[in-house]
């Protein structure tokens, strides 16, 4: 059986295909950068194109039995979304593995939270057998707060006091790999979530710990977190994130006993714990710094 794998080269994409690969499944990796697909692992197929494109899809879904479809945040993630869909459809995959997010019903005023909700709609009504995975958070998002915590002593990501119940990708990607390899797996919708809600000051708190240093959290402010984040990120996805981390303090974005147990079955082993990223990261950084 061979597996696509869409978006293959960003943090989960990249996990995606490892996990794959570990089940010895064939896979065929979709990324839009040519650069990228070098560096993909040894015995992936590399296909290089845009899922918004019809005109690649033929080629790329063709000989292929199941795929996991990740779609970046852009402009036009519906739409690359919806291309998927109907690709996996005239192709008559046997499994398609959609990436949403957590609580993307309960909250479709976050713009990148409502792109993914016409996607999740089409694949109920195409027909395909489909999985859809709702992951909260990212571990991984705070690999970008890495001059911050080293350079300044600070964490600056606003996720406010209610508590959010972050997940490490390389649960979502084992839950990916699990769905496209197993059976019992169509028509469900699981949310992939952390063991702990995490709020901005208990975050850097853990970072301090990890880190063996002092760590303050920034605060709140939305509008001084925006300002920052313009001067590395677009003016409309400054404006998403926004809205996004002002639902987190407004709501959080909390996991229930039921999403721990049923995502603890899924995977046949606890979600892993922040801490314990936050460790194994600190460790690789400072691994980084001996060598240079």
């Known amino acids: 059986m061979k597996t ?55 080629p790329v879904f063709a000989g292929v039995d199941a795929a996991f479809m990740l779609n970046a945040l852009s402009k036009t993630e519906t739409h690359e979304g919806m291309m998927g869909v109907l690709a996996a459809r005239a192709a008559k995959l046997k499994r398609f593995v959609y990436m949403s997010v957590h609580f993307a019903d309960r909250d479709p005023l976050i713009p990148h939270f409502a792109s993914k909700l016409p996607v999740e709609r089409a694949l109920a009504a195409s027909g395909i057998p489909y999985t859809i995975l709702r992951p909260n958070n990212f571990f991984q998002n705070d690999l970008a707060a890495r001059a911050g915590l080293l350079e300044y002593g600070v964490y600056a990501t606003p996720l406010g006091n209610l508590g959010v119940s972050r997940v ?27 063991p702990k809600a995490w709020t901005g000051a208990a975050t850097a708190e853990a970072w301090g710990r990890a880190l063996g240093r002092t760590i303050q959290y920034a605060g709140d402010d939305l509008d001084a977190w925006g300002k920052a984040a313009a001067q590395w990120l677009p003016a409309w996805l400054v404006y998403d994130i926004t809205i996004m981390f002002r639902t987190f303090q407004e709501k959080g974005l909390l996991a229930t006993a039921a999403d721990l147990e049923r995502l603890s079955k899924l995977l046949g082993h606890a979600p892993r714990r922040f801490e314990d990223f936050a460790s194994e990261t600190a460790a690789e950084w400072s691994a980084t710094a001996t060598r240079r």
Not at 24 to 30: D, M, N, P, T
Not at 171 to 190: C, F, K, P, S, V
């Open 4 to 58: 696509l794998v869409i978006g293959a080269t960003g943090n989960v994409g990249s996990q995606v295909v490892r996990e794959l690969l570990r089940r010895g499944v064939a896979v065929r990796a979709l990324t839009r950068s040519g650069d990228k697909a070098k560096g993909l692992p040894a015995g992936v197929e590399p296909a290089v194109g845009d899922i918004g494109e019809p005109t690649i899809l033929g």
């Open 168 to 194: 490490d990708v390389r649960d979502i990607a084992e839950a990916a790999a699990i769905a496209l390899t197993t059976d019992g797996h169509e028509g469900n919708t699981y949310n992939i979530v952390g």
